[in-house]
């Protein structure tokens, strides 16, 4: 599977932003798809992640409430980003990983497939 993220941009602390991960090939159905993110000057974290069989999402306490994964067709899964706050300036990727369960999914190293990044930048 291939994967393009696009939808960031520059936003004002309080906004909010939707992004998307596409597969240019292949399909979702088969994976789970995690959102990560990485701000300058700072490792990669988890975001939050969408297991497309049994529907099982995760995220990371500090967007709890505040970010929303989502599906649409079998090609494309949403993060819908509400209250932006300026520490969420990042820049964010969508990953592919077989097989995982809720346990495994805020680790990176068990995605094989990642698109490139789209840039959010949070303004105060």
């Known amino acids: 599977v291939q994967l393009q993220a696009f939808g960031g941009g520059l936003v004002q602390a309080g906004d909010s932003l939707r992004l998307s991960c596409r597969a240019s090939v292949g399909t979702f159905t088969r994976y789970t798809i995690g959102w990560f993110r990485q701000a300058p000057g700072k490792e990669r974290e988890f975001v939050a992640a969408?297991?497309?069989?049994?529907?099982?999402i995760r995220y990371q306490e500090s967007v709890k409430g505040r970010f929303t994964v989502s599906r649409g067709n079998a090609n494309i899964v949403y993060l819908q980003m509400n209250s932006l706050k300026p520490e969420d300036t990042a820049v964010y990727y969508c990953a592919a990983g077989a097989g995982l369960i809720y346990s495994s999914m805020a680790s990176s190293a068990n995605y094989d497939y990642w698109g490139q990044g789209t840039e959010v930048t949070v303004s105060s």
């Open positions: 969408h297991k497309w069989s049994g529907a099982t």
